[in-house]
C-alpha cells in the first residue's frame, strides 16, 4: 500500500469477480485493490500528456468510480478535476475551473454517470454533464451559498438532489434545477469570509447569513465541520426512504436530521456503559460516517483510527 501522508479518499465497487476497493493520497497515484486477493494495481496521473504546469494540479484529494467501474473523477489540489478511463489506460478530460483545492466529487447515482458534482474550497460547487466536460471544460451550472469551502457532497441518486457540508459549518440540501449559470461567478457580491480562517486549527464564530445568491432549498446547523473534511450523506433509500440526512462533526458526534424538519435531530455520541471520559475524547473528531444500506447499522471512524457503530432505529438509539 503506498500511501503519502494519509489516504484522502476511499470507494468501493461490486463487479462479477468480487469487489475493488479505490484509494487515493496526496499524490498522483490511486490504487485499485481487490480486498480479496490483495492485489494492488496503482495507476498514476502524472504519466499522461500533460503540461508540467498541469501536473501542479494532481495531487489527488477525492476520487470515485463511475457506476460501470470504467472510469473515475479525481478532485486534486489547486482546482485541478480529472477523469482517468480505466479500461484504456488514459486520461479523458482535464480541466481547472475550481480556482482552489477540489476536496470532493461526486457521481450524480450508482445507475447513472451522465452527471458529475465537484466541491471545493473556492466555496462552488459544479455541476458537470460528463458527456460535455472532455469538450467545453465548463460546468453546466454552479450551486452557489457556502461561505467557505466544500468539504463534502453527496448525491440523493434522483439526479436532481445533493447534500454538501461546508466550512462555514452548514450542511446544505440542493436541487440542481435552481443552479446558477457560470457567468454569474463574475461580479456576484462578495462572500462573508473569515478572514485568516483556517479549519484545521482554528474556531468559526461567524454568525450564519444567508448569501445573496444562495440557492439551496434547506440549511442544517449544529455539527462542527473543522480539523478535517467532514463527511455527509442520506440515509438509505430501502430501509428510511431518505428520510434523514446525517453527518460526522468534529466534536466527535454524529449528527442525523430530518430532511424535512432540519429543527428535529438526533446526536449519537460514544456515550455507553464502561467508556471512560478519555476514551471519549479519542473520537473527536468524527470524518466519516456510513449507514449500512439493509441494516439500522451506522458506522462512524475518528482520527485515532476508533471505530464506532451504533444500531440505529430512530425512535431508540443504541450504541454498539
Same mark, same amino acid.
Given at each position: 500500500?503506498?500511501?503519502?501522508?494519509?489516504?484522502?479518499?476511499?470507494?468501493?465497487?461490486?463487479?462479477?469477480?468480487?469487489?475493488?476497493?479505490?484509494?487515493?493520497?496526496?499524490?498522483?497515484?490511486?490504487?485499485?485493490?481487490?480486498?480479496?486477493?490483495?492485489?494492488?494495481?496503482?495507476?498514476?496521473?502524472?504519466?499522461?500528456?500533460?503540461?508540467?504546469?498541469?501536473?501542479?494540479?494532481?495531487?489527488?484529494?477525492?476520487?470515485?468510480?463511475?457506476?460501470?467501474?470504467?472510469?473515475?473523477?479525481?478532485?486534486?489540489?489547486?482546482?485541478?478535476?480529472?477523469?482517468?478511463?480505466?479500461?484504456?489506460?488514459?486520461?479523458?478530460?482535464?480541466?481547472?475551473?475550481?480556482?482552489?483545492?477540489?476536496?470532493?466529487?461526486?457521481?450524480?447515482?450508482?445507475?447513472?454517470?451522465?452527471?458529475?458534482?465537484?466541491?471545493?474550497?473556492?466555496?462552488?460547487?459544479?455541476?458537470?454533464?460528463?458527456?460535455?466536460?472532455?469538450?467545453?471544460?465548463?460546468?453546466?451550472?454552479?450551486?452557489?451559498?457556502?461561505?467557505?469551502?466544500?468539504?463534502?457532497?453527496?448525491?440523493?441518486?434522483?439526479?436532481?438532489?445533493?447534500?454538501?457540508?461546508?466550512?462555514?459549518?452548514?450542511?446544505?440540501?440542493?436541487?440542481?434545477?435552481?443552479?446558477?449559470?457560470?457567468?454569474?461567478?463574475?461580479?456576484?457580491?462578495?462572500?462573508?469570509?473569515?478572514?485568516?480562517?483556517?479549519?484545521?486549527?482554528?474556531?468559526?464564530?461567524?454568525?450564519?447569513?444567508?448569501?445573496?445568491?444562495?440557492?439551496? &432549498? *434547506? =440549511?442544517? /446547523?449544529? %455539527?462542527?465541520?473543522?480539523?478535517? +473534511? #467532514?463527511?455527509?450523506? !442520506? @440515509?438509505?433509500?430501502? $430501509?428510511?426512504?431518505?428520510?434523514?440526512?446525517?453527518?460526522?462533526?468534529?466534536?466527535?458526534?454524529?449528527?442525523?436530521?430530518?430532511?424535512?424538519?432540519?429543527?428535529?435531530?438526533?446526536?449519537?455520541?460514544?456515550?455507553?456503559?464502561?467508556?471512560?471520559?478519555?476514551?471519549?475524547?479519542?473520537?473527536?473528531? &468524527? *470524518? =466519516?460516517? /456510513?449507514? %449500512?444500506?439493509?441494516?439500522?447499522? +451506522? #458506522?462512524?471512524?475518528? !482520527? @485515532?483510527?476508533?471505530? $464506532?457503530?451504533?444500531?440505529?432505529?430512530?425512535?431508540?438509539?443504541?450504541?454498539?
Amino acid at each position: 500500500m503506498g500511501t503519502l501522508w494519509s489516504v484522502t479518499d476511499t470507494d468501493l465497487m461490486e463487479t462479477e469477480n468480487g469487489p475493488l476497493m479505490l484509494y487515493t493520497s496526496l499524490n498522483s497515484v490511486a490504487h485499485i485493490v481487490n480486498p480479496i486477493s490483495g492485489t494492488d494495481t496503482p495507476f498514476d496521473l502524472s504519466q499522461f500528456p500533460l503540461s508540467s504546469e498541469q501536473k501542479k494540479f494532481l495531487k489527488v484529494l477525492a476520487m470515485k468510480f463511475s457506476s460501470d467501474g470504467s472510469e473515475v473523477i479525481a478532485g486534486c489540489t489547486n482546482g485541478g478535476l480529472c477523469i482517468y478511463d480505466l479500461m484504456n489506460s488514459k486520461m479523458s478530460a482535464f480541466c481547472t475551473v475550481h480556482t482552489n483545492d477540489v476536496n470532493t466529487v461526486a457521481w450524480d447515482s450508482k445507475g447513472s454517470s451522465s452527471i458529475i458534482y465537484s466541491g471545493g474550497d473556492d466555496c462552488m460547487i459544479f455541476v458537470w454533464d460528463r458527456r460535455t466536460v472532455g469538450q467545453s471544460q465548463k460546468p453546466v451550472g454552479v450551486l452557489i451559498g457556502h461561505q467557505e469551502g466544500i468539504t463534502h457532497v453527496a448525491s440523493q441518486g434522483d439526479s436532481v438532489h445533493l447534500l454538501s457540508n461546508g466550512k462555514d459549518q452548514v450542511m446544505k440540501y440542493w436541487d440542481i434545477r435552481k443552479t446558477h449559470e457560470l457567468s454569474k461567478i463574475e461580479g456576484m457580491p462578495p462572500l462573508k469570509r473569515k478572514k485568516d480562517f483556517d479549519y484545521r486549527f482554528g474556531e468559526y464564530n461567524e454568525k450564519e447569513t444567508r448569501h445573496a445568491l444562495d440557492c439551496s &432549498v *434547506r =440549511d442544517f /446547523s449544529g %455539527h462542527s465541520v473543522l480539523a478535517t +473534511l #467532514i463527511r455527509c450523506d !442520506f @440515509s438509505p433509500r430501502g $430501509i428510511t426512504a431518505q428520510r434523514y440526512v446525517y453527518t460526522g462533526s468534529s466534536d466527535g458526534v454524529v449528527h442525523v436530521y430530518e430532511l424535512e424538519n432540519p429543527r428535529k435531530v438526533k446526536r449519537l455520541t460514544a456515550n455507553r456503559k464502561g467508556i471512560q471520559e478519555n476514551e471519549m475524547l479519542a473520537f473527536k473528531p &468524527v *470524518r =466519516d460516517v /456510513s449507514w %449500512h444500506p439493509k441494516y439500522p447499522l +451506522l #458506522i462512524a471512524t475518528s !482520527f @485515532s483510527g476508533n471505530l $464506532i457503530g451504533w444500531k440505529c432505529r430512530l425512535e431508540r438509539i443504541k450504541t454498539i
